[in-house]
Each structure stands twice: as structure tokens, then as C-alpha cells.
């Protein structure tokens, strides 16, 4: 009954378009699986050719690969069906073709897990390709090019995305639970669902992570362009330094500049080469006090550096202490092998040594013997 | 990396009056000194005039270059180098010298001063110090020190890496060694126990 009331739902779209035609039929959903005859005997009660193109046009908006056909009404109820059962799936004719109710209601449970799932991995690719754009957004380094309310946007839609994701796999893993609690599915299926689920989660765990470091650039990003700007706009370093470098921008001098000039009445030709060193004047200034930030900033940048090779000599080293320990160890063993050989040597020598007089005992004796058998027998 | 004047001025309303200058012409022949000292003083008295207070400027003069600071006080400095003199030290060198003169002698006496009647001696010994700017200048010389550190450590490190090696040598010797040693213990064991005679 349920793969039935699927097939209703699904064609409901279908009926307002058959019901406008003109036709006065009442069309009911179930008569369509009841009755394929009516539909028909249906279509070849329409004598008008607006109600037949219409049909036949509302046909052919279903199933793409029909051809709309231009004179008689065709009986397309065959394909009507076989759309119809391709479009729930083949798991419902599989289902339906199964004698075994227990297996159908399984492999329809598992069909629910597996258009949820597949929802969920298209999503997970839309936003994956949000984010990708969201990268090429964060690394632009430009100063002025900056788009931070295209940024600010992406980073909520995405942030909204995750979190929706991270809903429906919650849910997703609620089904798998609930089926596995509610009838016995077959071992290999709740394995699958598992490991589909496993699956899902692990991607969504790493494009947060990815989210998250795309985030972490994206400020760096903004503390350097901060800085960068910092040091253009202003840089006052010493309070030696004249106010009108303190003051910070061109405009500022060059306008004092000229006010100075027209205060002071020099003569017409010394103004505009005044008013040009004033520029320059200003330029000098700041790029020499730019100059001594950037000195600054190298001599700190090669003190964290010295820092770091001290620190990869020192690892280095301890390293190598091991290699010493074992050779240490080794040498140690070879001694000890050495004087127990040398040991065992020593023995050996005592032996053959104290073995002489047994050797000579037992000549002693052969010789005996020897001498009783000459004399015994001469 | 020469220079070869340090003049202190002072910036009139009308013009700039020299306080003190100290000069190092060793390089010149000996008859162009007298020339090129009266040129170097009268360029540094016309760019102090041509020079707003305050301001710091770097001028390039026909083959020197010419680096000037005018304070707010009207306290002017011109340094006179060649083109390699790194302007940056330069004008460190300007700012702390004019600090020194204006702390020693007293603001009232510039706009009347001049040569004979100030007395500054540390011009001269500023203008020795600092024709090696590498010495001379703190910031320079921390850099040439640490870039010495560096290739120091650099080369430290290969020599590390060199005995690392070394000592990857002698571990497997010495384990062969061990290995040996065993074998013969076990040889020298076996003749013992085994046979009687042999």
C-alpha cells in the first residue's frame, strides 16, 4: 500500500494539467493505477485537437524521449507506467517484484537512507564549491580590490550551509538508527549505512576545517593590509621628528607648503621649485622613516630566524645523542663478548694443559698394557 | 662609502649662517682643497636657505650627494657623501649631532654664531667615525652581525649534518663489531666444551 500512496503523490502534479484541458472528467489519482484502460478510452474520447495537442503536449512534457505526435492520439499507457515506475525508483518494482514482504520493507528503508544521504552529498558539494570561491576571495592581497561584503555574505551562507549539513546528518544517522532499531535489516546493509554515514561526516569534518583556515588567512590577509596601509598613510617614529610629518598625509604638507610660500612673498621664480622640494621634502621624510622601519623589521625578522636555527641545531643534536647511545651500546656488548671469549679461551688452555697429564696417565696405561701383551704372548 | 663634509647652520628669516664645519678632504689633490671646501660650504648654506623647516631632504649634486636636515628650530645639518653611503645612516647621523649641538650650546647664541665663536669639537670626531658606516651606525651593525651569525649557524648546521653521518658510520661498524665479537665468544665456547682432545 505505501509504494501506491508514493505513486499517487508523485503524479499529483500531473492531474491539475490533465483536469485544465477542458475535459469535465473528474479525474481521480487512483484511477490512473486502477483503470490504465480509462486513460484510453480517455484519451480517445477527445475529438478536439486543442484538448489532443494539449495532452499529447503535457505527455511529452513527462517523458522527453517521446515524440509528439501530429495526427491521431496515441496510447502511450504503457510508457505512462514504466515512467512512472522509473521515476519512484527501481527499488519500488523491486520491491513489488519480491514475494518476500520483509526484504521489500527493507530495501524500501534502505531507499529512504539513500535519497536522504544523496541530498546530502549534493549539498555537500554546492557548498564545497562556495567555499572554493570563498578561498579565491580570501587570498586576494590587493589593497583596494578588497570585496568585503561579497566576503562577509559567502562566509555566513556558508556558515548557515554547515550547519544545516551537520542537521540533516544528524537525522540521517537518526534513520540509520531507528531502522536498525524498528526491524532486523540484513548485516550488510546496516554496516553500509554506517559507513555512509562515517563517510558523510568525515567530509563535512573536512571542509570545516578547510572553512577554518580559509577564515585564519583571511585575517592575516587583513592585519597586513592594515599595516600596509598604516605605514603609506602615516609613520611617526621619533618625536623628533618636524609636525608635518606627524601630521601624516601629502596633503598635509604640500598645503602647508604652499601656504608658507605665499606668506613668505619670495620672489615668483623660487615658488614652484620650493613647492616641488616641499614634495619631495615630504617623500624624504617618510621614506626615510620607512627606511628605518623596514631596517627594523629585517633585524627582526633575522633574529626570529637565527632563533629558529638554534632551535633545529639543538633538535639536530639531541637527534644524534641516540646514535651515540646505541654506538656506546655496542661497544659495550662487543667488550663483553671479547672477555668471555677471552675467558673461554683461558679455560681452554687450562684444559689442554691439565689434559696433558691425563694424556700421559693414559699412555701411561696403553704402554702397560702393550708391554703385558708382548710379554704375554712371547 | 666616503663622506666628506659635516656642517652645522643655522637657518636665518634672510639666510643661513655657518655655526661649525668640519671637512675630509684627504681624497683631493691638495691644490683643489682649498676650491672644493669654499663650494661644499657655500651648496650646504644655499640648500639650508632652499630648505623649509622641517624637513629632511637628500640631494643629488653633481657627483655627491647631499644630505640635509633642517629641525623646526631653524638648527640646520648637511652631510656631504658620496653616492653609496647608505642616506638612511646619514640622516640618523645628522639628527644625533644636531641633538648634541643643540643640547651643548645654548639656542640663543645661533643666530649670531659663527665659525670662531662655537665651540664644537666632536664634528670632526663625528666625521671620522661615521666614514664606516658599518661601525659607526648601530642598526647597520646589528644587521651585518646577525647576516654573520646566520652564515655562521648555516655552516654549523652542515657540520652537524656532516657528523651526523659520521656517526651513522660508526654505528654500523660498531655493530659489526658487536656481531663479531659474539661469534667468536660462541667459537671460543665451542671448542671448549665440545671436545676433549682436538
Known sequence: ?378 | MKLYALNILYKGPNNAVWLKCSYDLTSFNYFQRGSVQEFMAFVSKTIVERTHAPARQSVKEGEYMCHVYVRADSLGGVLISDYEYPPRVAHTLITKVLDEFATKIPASSWPSGSESSIDFPQLNVYLAKYQNPREADAMTKIQDELDETKIILHNTIEAVLERGEKLDDLVAKSEGLSVQSKAFYKTARKTNSCCTFG
Not at chain 1, 500531473?14 to 484510453?40: C, E, F, M
Not at chain 1, 484519451?43 to 486543442?50: F, L
Not at chain 1, 562577509?152 to 534513520?175: F, G, H, M, W
Not at chain 1, 637565527?306 to 647511545?325: N, P, T
Open chain 1, 1 to 378: 500500500m505505501t509504494a501506491r500512496r508514493r505513486r499517487g503523490t508523485s503524479e499529483s502534479d500531473q492531474t491539475p494539467l490533465i483536469v485544465a484541458s477542458g475535459v469535465s472528467h473528474s479525474v481521480d489519482a487512483w484511477s490512473y493505477q486502477k483503470d490504465p484502460n480509462a486513460y484510453r478510452t480517455y484519451i480517445s474520447n477527445n475529438e478536439s485537437e486543442n484538448s489532443r495537442l494539449f495532452v499529447d503536449d503535457t505527455v511529452s512534457k513527462s517523458f522527453e524521449k517521446v515524440n509528439v505526435p501530429t495526427m491521431t492520439s496515441r496510447d502511450r499507457t504503457a510508457e505512462f507506467a514504466n515512467a512512472v515506475r522509473s521515476l519512484q525508483g527501481q527499488h519500488v518494482t523491486r520491491a513489488v517484484a519480491f514475494k518476500d514482504a520483509r526484504k521489500a520493507k527493507y530495501i524500501q528503508s534502505y531507499a529512504e537512507f539513500m535519497v536522504i544521504a544523496r541530498t546530502i552529498g549534493k549539498n555537500i558539494s554546492s557548498t564545497y564549491t562556495k567555499l572554493e570561491k570563498l578561498t579565491l576571495l580570501a587570498k586576494r592581497k590587493s589593497l583596494f580590490n578588497d570585496r568585503p561584503s561579497e566576503i562577509q555574505e559567502l562566509t555566513y551562507i556558508i556558515k548557515e550551509d554547515l550547519n544545516s549539513l551537520n542537521q540533516q546528518i544528524a537525522r540521517l544517522q537518526d534513520v540509520a538508527r531507528l531502522q536498525r532499531q524498528k526491524q532486523q535489516n540484513g548485516h550488510h546493509l546496516l554496516s553500509h549505512s554506517s559507513s555512509v554515514v562515517l563517510a558523510l561526516q568525515s567530509k563535512l569534518a573536512s571542509m570545516s576545517t578547510e572553512f577554518k583556515q580559509v577564515l585564519e588567512v583571511r585575517t592575516e590577509n587583513l592585519k597586513q593590509q592594515k599595516t600596509r596601509r598604516d605605514q603609506f598613510s602615516q609613520g611617526p617614529l621619533s618625536s623628533s621628528l618636524p609636525p608635518s610629518a606627524i601630521s601624516g598625509h601629502h596633503q598635509g604638507s604640500v598645503l602647508l607648503a604652499e601656504e608658507q610660500v605665499t606668506v613668505n612673498m619670495e620672489p615668483n621664480s623660487q615658488m614652484m621649485p620650493v613647492v616641488q622640494k616641499q614634495v619631495m621634502v615630504a617623500d624624504e621624510t617618510e621614506s626615510y622613516i620607512q627606511s628605518r622601519a623596514e631596517t627594523m623589521q629585517n633585524i627582526e625578522s633575522t633574529i626570529v630566524e637565527l632563533g629558529g636555527i638554534f632551535q633545529q641545531l639543538a633538535h639536530m643534536v639531541k637527534e644524534q645523542e641516540e646514535m651515540v647511545e646505541r654506538i656506546d651500546a655496542n661497544l659495550s656488548d662487543t667488550e663483553l663478548n671479547v672477555e668471555s671469549a677471552h675467558g673461554e679461551i683461558l679455560k681452554y688452555f687450562q684444559s689442554v694443559t691439565s689434559n696433558r697429564w691425563l694424556m700421559i696417565k693414559v699412555f701411561a696405561v696403553l704402554i702397560v698394557f702393550f708391554i703385558f701383551f708382548v710379554l704375554f704372548l712371547a
